[in-house]
């Protein structure tokens, strides 16, 4: 049905579950009002009305019911008179006009049941989860007074989720969890990330769905509930660490305010999906009139590369005349062959306006000259952003890692070296490939250039890190420049650890742009950062260039340390945390778009934290609160998975494919009976299954965790071998971590008895052999396990996975996306070593039963990674998403410039004096 109405777009909805009721404002090209039937929401939530509203006038209106995180409805805040006009006048325009049909679109019964005549006339208040709690807690008293005072027994402290839920299982009966599970008391615990005991206090932090929180306290004593707010909670947890005395005035971070105006989702499957919200939301806004299209006329006119004028000339001077120069053009490409050079019509072009930079055929520019006619005509998203993925914007690309041995062989497995060096190699090349691409489709010649700055390491230990320029192979305009780090004691010649870098990198940003001039001889387009330090220096250099950045986190290290926030202190000496998660907060918050591999690494997944998330709210006591540190629905996040190098890495089934020069050199890495400085221990068995792994050798990437699980599990010993390649056995490590780690290693083989089970392996520099080690180990009929702590991505579970090699990895982070539980690989808990040790004793064991089955799931690993992991589609999504983000920073206030300005006093107030509290390195 539809009802004209004189007022401004609007789209009122009602979610029971949130408590959150939007009016935000629509296109208001149509005078109408739809109402819809009622729809079951696809994140399982309750029954949701929605009346879209077509309407006029300069306002736009919105009405939120708020409370802790913006999702309690305690209070109502009218933006303007006409919020009142329309909350006063709606229902009764509607209620006069349509008595009797209102009523049934109006049913807010639970799920699966209808609701009564008299429940559908209203729409009724949302309880929080304090006042449901505190229903919960009046019902069934014993219950909860019996948990919460275990909780409380157990004195000052944290839980984490797998304890809050244990012990619920352990203090409250079967039979009475039963009674419970239609209260809010079960949903509550397991959707608790922790819980902070102080007696008699106990507080929980409460997410209900992807990034959104809520806190509250039960006070034991009392059988009270209250609510907490963002910075009570923090100062509750606070005490947990010196009793929580900090004086008076507590710095508390806060973004919110800056980003108050700046358009959002608000449902959870939007997390990720950046780029295409941000282009409907700002299509409808600045394309509603003419008037509005002059920015986008501004920036072509204004489009050039190095004094060379693209897309259009001063001839053109209003959206009338380049509207009419198009139709010209339009019917000029119409008389002439689709495959005709750009050149050959080129003056003809000039004359009506138009440059170079439309296409290189008569074909490809009538395809962009008709995506703007249409743009001008009638806007949308996807025509939007066809467009600006068509214009030339990027020439000139940086990419920032700093840290670590970065070359291109001879370096992996050298202390912070790994994953992300193969990450940006394979980035690089897809990258240049798709640049000459586009760049050739849009009928330009220019020589592209891309640039990996990291640091030169005059102590380069037999690599190619103390060479200032080095090509990448496989390109043909990808140079490694190197950059040495500097102290007023002259240049810092030996390798540092990626947590000691925060002094230097301020004068290493300003010794970077400079060799960046004295190398490309222009500004870069594109800045993208890599890990900490690369993220900090790109912001510092998108700073003072002023050009648009993109951040990659590849790991945050808060999520792979726990209490790495509120324990801040006693982890400060060796990683030196303050530094590192106030660099963090910088990037993520100045940075115009971030890249992720997965979902998870923003926002988790339904029972886990993801990377991002964790910098929502958390604490460093004694140094400052972080109220608001990012949000996880801003539309500068988008999900760009990369993939394996195809070259290298392939199924083992490709048997033309196969590397078999290398297998006497997999054999004897494997399978000899001789100890070496390169592998230890020896292999009695040679015919069972083989588990394998590879990874650095650090606390994170839990090695010993998995040798651990191994020798506990006799079963699993009698089924397979085990095989990991980590450390160094030839040299000693600097690395303190990795020293224990490798004195752990030695501690459990001995501990077990696993000599004569394990296989260990020091570090392997050779990516094609490696691959071929994926693919002899499938030949084995084994397995790959990643059983990391936590893991930002995954590239070893990828190239695993791409050679069919059926993968075991950690739930938590990326790889708890990239595999489909039982059908394309298994999930495990690394904090749950035995449970990981029965699921693969049990794989094993149906493999013996049934060969087919390890076929199957080998099958569904390749399968899983055609579908969505390859470096081809990243190029193409990363170019695009470089384009858009530079127009938006160009037509809007994307740059956010009122946030920079908060971060540049954040940085020089706080960053500055935590970085040179970190002790400079003296070479030796």
Not at 45 to 59: D, N, Q
Not at 510 to 531: C, F, H, K, M
Not at 809 to 817: D, I, L, Q, R, S
Request: with cysteine; charged share 25%.
């Amino acid at each position: 049905m539809v009802i004209f109405l004189p007022l401004n777009s609007i789209r009122f909805a009602q979610e029971k579950a949130t408590g959150v009721l939007p009016l935000a404002s629509c296109s208001p090209s149509r005078y109408s009002v739809t109402v819809e039937s009622d729809k079951e929401l696809s994140e399982g939530l309750p029954t949701k009305i929605r009346l879209v509203l077509g309407l006029w006038g300069p306002a736009v209106l919105s009405c939120y019911l708020k409370g802790p995180r913006g999702l309690h409805p305690s209070s109502i805040d009218l933006n303007s008179v006409h919020s009142v006009f329309f909350l006063l006048c709606f229902p009764l325009v509607i209620a006069f006009c349509f008595p009797s049909t209102i009523s049934s679109s109006l049913s807010l019964g639970r799920r699966g049941r209808k609701a009564s005549y008299g429940e559908q006339r209203s729409l009724r208040r949302v309880h929080s989860i304090r006042e449901r709690l505190g229903d919960t807690l009046s019902a069934h008293t014993n219950e909860l007074l019996s948990l919460f005072s275990r909780f409380v027994k157990q004195g000052k402290g944290m839980l984490q989720p797998y304890q809050i839920l244990a012990e619920y299982e352990s203090v409250i009966p079967a039979a009475d969890r039963e009674k419970l599970k239609d209260g809010v008391l079960e949903d509550v615990l397991k959707a608790a990330q922790e819980a902070i005991v102080i007696p008699p206090w106990v507080a929980l932090a409460v997410r209900p769905r992807p990034g959104v929180w809520e806190y509250v306290r039960v006070n034991v004593s009392e059988l009270a509930v209250e609510e907490l707010s963002v910075p009570e909670y923090l100062q509750f947890k606070e005490e947990l660490v010196d009793g929580g005395s900090q004086g008076n005035f507590v710095l508390e971070l806060d973004f919110e305010p800056f980003n108050a105006s700046f358009p959002r989702p608000s449902l959870s499957k939007s997390i990720g999906n950046g780029v295409q919200f941000l282009n409907r939301h700002l299509s409808s806004k600045l394309f509603h009139d003419k008037e509005s299209m002059y920015p986008l006329l501004n920036f072509l006119r204004q489009h050039h590369y190095n004094g060379m004028s693209m897309m259009l000339n001063d001839r053109i001077h209003s959206l009338s005349s380049l509207q009419g120069s198009l139709r010209k053009a339009e019917e000029h490409l119409l008389s002439i062959p689709q495959d005709t050079p750009y050149l050959e019509f080129n003056h003809r072009f000039q004359e009506l306006g138009l440059e170079k930079g439309w296409g290189d055929t008569a074909q490809r520019v009538h395809e962009t000259i008709h995506l703007l006619l249409d743009l001008l005509e009638a806007p949308d998203p996807c025509t939007l952003e066809n467009f600006l993925g068509r214009i030339p914007m990027v020439f000139n690309v940086v990419i920032l890692s700093p840290h670590g041995y970065f070359a291109q062989a001879n370096v992996l497995g050298y202390p912070d070296t790994g994953g992300q060096v193969v990450y940006i190699l394979d980035q690089v090349r897809a990258l240049e490939n798709e640049m000459l691409l586009r760049i050739k489709q849009q009928g330009l010649n220019i020589t592209p250039r891309i640039l990996i700055v990291t640091r030169l390491l005059p102590d380069a230990v037999g690599t190619t890190c103390g060479q200032r320029l080095e090509k990448v192979i496989g390109t043909e305009h990808t140079h490694i420049l190197r950059v040495p780090f500097r102290s007023d004691d002259g240049i810092v010649r030996k390798w540092i650890s990626r947590f000691e870098v925060w002094p230097y990198l301020e004068t290493y940003a300003d010794d970077v742009a400079s060799e960046l001039a004295r190398e490309l001889q222009a500004t870069p387009d594109l800045v993208i950062g890599n890990y900490s330090d690369g993220n900090l220096v790109a912001s510092l250099l998108a700073q003072k260039l002023g050009v648009t950045q993109c951040t990659i986190a590849h790991a945050l290290e808060k999520t792979k340390y726990p209490n790495s926030d509120i324990y801040w202190k006693k982890f400060e000496e060796q990683y030196h945390f303050s530094c590192q998660f106030t660099a963090d907060l910088i990037a993520m918050n100045h940075a115009d778009f971030i890249i992720t591999s997965t979902f998870q690494e923003i926002a988790g997944s339904k029972d886990t934290v993801g990377q991002y998330e964790s910098h929502t709210a958390f604490t460093l006591p004694g140094l400052y609160r972080v109220v608001h540190g990012i949000d996880v629905f801003d539309p500068k996040f988008n999900i760009v998975s990369p993939g394996a190098d195809m070259s290298i890495y392939f199924s083992y089934a490709e048997e033309s494919k196969r590397l078999t020069a290398l297998h006497p050199e997999v054999e004897e890495l494997i399978f000899s009976d001789v100890e070496n400085s390169e592998h230890k221990c020896i292999l009695k068995d040679k015919t069972k299954p083989i588990i394998f792994s590879m990874a650095r050798l650090d606390r994170v990437k839990n090695i010993t965790g998995l040798v651990e699980l191994f020798g506990k599990n006799p079963r699993l010993r009698e089924l397979v071998n085990l095989v990991v390649v980590a450390g160094d056995h030839a040299k000693a490590s600097k690395d303190l971590e990795e020293q224990e780690e490798m004195k752990k290693m030695y501690r459990l083989i001995e501990q077990y008895k696993l000599d004569g089970h394990i296989r260990w392996i020091s570090a392997q520099m050779n990516r094609v052999r490696n691959g071929e080690l994926y693919r002899f180990i499938a030949d084995k009929k084994g397995v790959f396990v990643q059983p990391a702590f936590y893991e930002a991505f995954g590239l070893t579970v990828v190239e695993s996975m791409t050679c069919g090699l059926p993968t075991f990895a950690t739930v938590h982070g990326g790889p708890g996306e990239i595999i489909v539980h039982g059908v394309s690989g298994f999930h495990i808990d690394p904090y749950q070593g035995d449970k990981a040790a029965e699921l693969l004793v049990n794989f094993f064991e149906k493999c013996r039963a049934d060969s087919s089955y390890w076929d199957m799931i080998s099958k569904g690993a390749i399968k899983r990674i055609e579908e969505k992991y390859t470096w081809k589609l990243y190029s193409e999504r990363l170019m695009t998403l470089a384009g858009v983000y530079g127009f938006w920073k160009y037509v809007s206030n994307l740059d956010r410039r009122e946030t920079k300005r908060y971060l540049e006093m954040f940085y020089a107030l706080k960053y500055r004096s935590l970085a040179q509290s970190v002790p400079l390195h003296h070479d030796a």
